[in-house]
């Protein structure tokens, strides 16, 4: 089997390059590991940049229900500190409604999808996916934050010096602000849209309880009923970070 560009990852990323690689005319597959709708601990925040950017792809985020708000608030327990994005919007979309969106204009600008197919191997023409053998001109690693493709590439700048957790969960509450809300305190942030979601991420060896992150008007919202499980990761994000270079 033959593309012109294989895309590994069917995430955001993966899903984006690819509808953009179709709409230039090229011979797209893309192979994630994982099956739709793939879900992962998001704040699941698209800003004015990122709407503009999934309408140029033809991913309408009006189409679909989610929450638009209008501006960004920073609290701790003694400020706060808001502003507007000015006439654009943003939306909180669940991550499992936008990947099914940029599924569905995958696959309606001819993406080839292959879900539940793990790259297991690849060269600078072929990659070995479960069995399959898939040709390229171009491979675009879409893998994800660790991404096993861009080390064995060399492209692997990224300085760890501690981890950080982060949690994710949904509460049924009407919305309170059209602003997306980040609450910090001195061991995490809890940024509440009103969609409604709740993450928070933390910085250093211990995640706090999620019900912990500080700010009382955090606290007071986090204690309403959840409408889904908590959901974590563990995550190498970089503190320190040195620009890539080819
Ligand atoms: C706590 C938290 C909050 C966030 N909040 C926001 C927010 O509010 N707004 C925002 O815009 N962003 C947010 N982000 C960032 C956003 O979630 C990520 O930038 C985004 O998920 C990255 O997408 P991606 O497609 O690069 O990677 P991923 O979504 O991680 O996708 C990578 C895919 O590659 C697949 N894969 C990996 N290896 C292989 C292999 N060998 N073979 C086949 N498939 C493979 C995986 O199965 C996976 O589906 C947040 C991130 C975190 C952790």
Partial sequence: MHSDVLVVGGGPAGL???IAARAKGFSVSLVDSR???IDKPCGEGLL???AASLRALGVDLESCANYRFTGIRF??????????????SAYGVRRTVLHRLLVDRAQSVGVDLHWGARLVHHDSVAADIDGQRIFFR???AADGMNSPIR??????PIARTRGRFAFRRHFSVAPWTDLVEVH???ASTAPSRNFPAWRAASR?????PPNQARGPRFQKRASLPAVTSLSSATLPVPLTASPVRA
Avoid: H, M, Y
């Fill in 16 to 18: 984006a390059a690819a």
């Fill in 35 to 37: 099956k739709p709708p």
């Fill in 48 to 50: 004015p940049e990122a």
């Fill in 75 to 88: 609290s701790d327990s003694a400020s706060s500190a808001s502003a507007r994005f000015g006439r654009a």
């Fill in 138 to 140: 171009w491979l675009i």
């Fill in 151 to 156: 080390k064995s590439a060399g492209l692997n």
């Fill in 184 to 186: 910090w305190g001195s």
């Fill in 204 to 208: 250093g060896r211990v995640p706090p």
